[in-house]
């Protein structure tokens, strides 16, 4: 943790930008093979691992939202925002075998995430 502030705070605020834009696309790319898995599992009516993707594209969408609340992008932090509760009905949605309702959010979710990226907000 220590070494982590240290390297930090050597960095100019352009690079420290250039670090948190890559963390971004980063999580992006994550995000984009998790909804593979998501959509996958979802027509495999496998609620349980559905849920497991649903839960780790929210935490995704819980570091975007706070990655563009720092940028003051409030456009992008209010789909991310509404993206999370939708990863969330979908895991529960499948935790409990509700499949329609999971593959109504997951398409939800979907239209939000294309959205976002119809804004180009990483060129802001």
């Known amino acids: 943790m220590l070494m982590t ?3 930090l705070g050597s960095l ?3 690079q420290a930008r250039a670090q ?4 971004h696309k980063a999580w992006m790319d994550d995000a984009a093979d998790l909804q593979d898995e998501l959509r996958e599992q979802l027509h495999a009516t496998a609620g349980d691992k559905a849920a497991d993707a649903a839960t780790k594209i929210e ?3 819980a570091q975007t ?8 992008a409030e456009d992008v932090v209010k789909i991310a925002r ?3 509760t939708m990863a969330t009905a979908i895991a529960t949605a ?3 075998g509700k499949m329609d ?3 109504e959010a997951f398409a939800k979710m979907n239209a939000h995430c294309n959205a976002c990226h119809g804004l180009h907000p990483e060129k802001r």
């Open 101 to 103: 309702e999971a593959n």
């Open 12 to 14: 100019t605020a352009p």
């Open 59 to 61: 935490k995704i969408l």
């Open 5 to 7: 502030t240290l390297l």
């Open 82 to 84: 509404e993206s999370r």
């Open 65 to 72: 939202q706070a990655y563009w609340a720092a940028k003051q």
């Open 20 to 23: 948190d834009a890559a963390a």
């Open 94 to 96: 499948a935790k409990s």
